[in-house]
């Protein structure tokens, strides 16, 4: 490709991109600097060399030996540090997205109004379902906690059908 300036004539080429070969390049990988014009590019390269693309890799073992070699003088910059730091901001985050889309797309399940909002419901049906209605009119909404948790498996609260009562399981 030729550049004027005026009189002078200034022969310049420009790299090409690595995979293709065709256009020139306009990004580089950020692990392995190979140069790229587009995202197929990109991707077969991802493919062919098998490839990240990331300038480390976030799970990767890094030995505490390691990490005092890398560590400065003045202790400012210990880039493994700010890298397992990044990383559990990024967790974070991605948590945090993830509860508050959650309760958008669940906003109707969250109120308080609604009584069909815990699991509790199924355990203390009964024929008419008379008895649950009642305790939810009292103000009393019961959680079941998940199956797992110890918690729950100390919970024996339940309905007696031949006494026609809730025996509660209370925590003080």
């Known amino acids: 490709m030729e550049l004027t300036v005026g009189e002078n004539q200034i022969s ?11 256009i020139s390049f306009k990004y580089k990988c950020s692990k392995c600097l190979l140069k790229y014009c587009s995202i197929p590019c990109l991707n077969k390269h991802k493919e062919q060399d098998n490839c990240s693309n990331r300038l480390y890799d976030p799970l990767e073992y890094v030995s505490n030996k390691d990490i005092k070699s890398l560590d400065d003088e003045k202790k400012t910059n210990n880039l493994v540090v700010k890298r397992d730091y990044e990383y ?3 967790m974070d985050r991605t948590i945090s997205v993830a509860r508050s889309d959650f309760s958008m797309k669940n906003k109707y399940l969250n109120s308080y109004n609604n009584t069909y909002n815990n699991r509790t419901i199924n355990k203390f049906l009964t024929e008419n379902g008379m008895e649950l209605k009642f305790i939810m009119q009292r103000g009393c909404r019961c959680f079941l906690l998940p ?3 110890s918690v729950h498996k100390r919970n024996k609260s339940r309905y007696d059908n031949k006494l026609k009562k809730f ?3 209370m925590n003080w």
């Open 167 to 169: 025996q509660w399981t």
């Open 88 to 90: 559990l901001i990024g």
């Open 12 to 22: 310049k080429a420009l790299p090409l991109c690595e995979i293709c070969k065709n």
């Open 147 to 149: 199956e797992g948790s």
